[in-house]
């Protein structure tokens, strides 16, 4: 799998190694990432994700336009369920995700950035969705969690003209997290993710669920939604350690179950 490099840790890094064609995804590496999140959702060692891009130019400059230039309209319908399928196994990690995005997050990648849990990027990054130069539109989810993340005004903006943003503009709208110095795109999304791995994972898991109802549910099915995921986190081992540290005055120690 030498387009994606996976180290493993309780806070991995996960690198998209496509540098030349600035990251973009194919089949092959969509496949790929596939396989390696089913791997990663079982291997309870790794804590938190971050998510990152090769080089120095690009976190992934979108689906890889030479590949879909050579597609039949039936593959290409393929080529979006499989894009869509990626998103949601990262959407549906039950660990934090934290997208580092070192450069441009285009289309498909931008799309993978929003399917991440944090954003963060550094000042070299550049957003959008430029697809509508192509004569298509997002394929990998872009339509929907776009305008979830930044409202529907600035989603269509976006989505109609193809127009770029600076990171300075998405961390304004709302689509990043944090904007930081290049060199210090890691330093602080491990910083971040440290900050999470301290956290009981089982929380962090029913947070993440009841924050995904929010966008897959209509209100009275979330609003009940959170409450069952407020009942499991109630039921773990590490509620009572929490509140009885609390209580005692004491750092709690969490047995993430
Ligand atoms: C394939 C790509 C690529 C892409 C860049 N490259 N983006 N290859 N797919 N999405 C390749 C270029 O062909 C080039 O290869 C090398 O990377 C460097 O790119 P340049 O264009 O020479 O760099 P620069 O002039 O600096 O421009 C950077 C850029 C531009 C603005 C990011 O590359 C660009 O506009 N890329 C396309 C972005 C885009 O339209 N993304 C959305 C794709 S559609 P060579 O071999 O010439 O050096 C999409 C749909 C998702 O994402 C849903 C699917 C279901």
């Known amino acids: 799998m030498e387009d994606l490099i996976f180290e493993k840790a309780e806070i ?36 938190v994700l971050i998510v990152t891009g090769a080089g120095d130019r690009a976190f992934v400059a979108g689906a890889d336009i030479a590949a879909m230039s050579e597609m039949t309209s039936v593959e290409g319908l393929e080529f979006s369920n499989l894009c869509h399928r990626v998103m949601a196994a990262f959407e549906d990690l039950p660990i934090p995700v934290i997208a580092a995005v070192n450069g441009f997050a285009l289309g498909g990648g931008l799309e993978l950035a ?104 209509e209100e009275d099915a979330g609003l009940r939604f959170e409450q069952s995921a407020f009942g499991l986190a109630f039921a773990s081992a590490d509620r009572i350690e929490g509140t009885k540290a609390f209580v005692e005055k004491r750092d709690p120690k969490w047995q993430h179950r």
Do not use: Y
Request: overall charge positive.
């Open 114 to 217: 929003m399917a991440c849990d944090l954003v963060i990027a550094s000042d070299k990054a550049r957003f959008g969705q430029p697809e509508i130069n192509l004569a298509l539109i997002p394929g990998a989810g872009g339509t929907q969690r776009l305008p979830h993340r930044i409202g529907q005004v600035r989603a269509r903006e976006l989505i109609m003209t193809g127009d770029m943003i600076d990171a300075k503009t998405a961390l304004e709208w709302g689509l990043i997290n944090k904007l930081v110095g290049a060199e210090q795109l890691l330093p602080e999304a491990r910083n971040l993710a440290a900050k999470l791995a301290a956290k009981s994972g089982v929380a962090l898991r029913q947070a993440k669920a009841a924050l995904r109802a929010s966008f897959t549910m």
């Open 12 to 47: 991995a890094l996960l690198t998209i190694n496509r540098p030349k064609a600035l990251n973009a995804l194919n089949p092959p590496l969509l496949n790929n990432l596939a396989g390696l999140l089913l791997s990663i959702r079982h291997d309870h060692a790794v804590r």
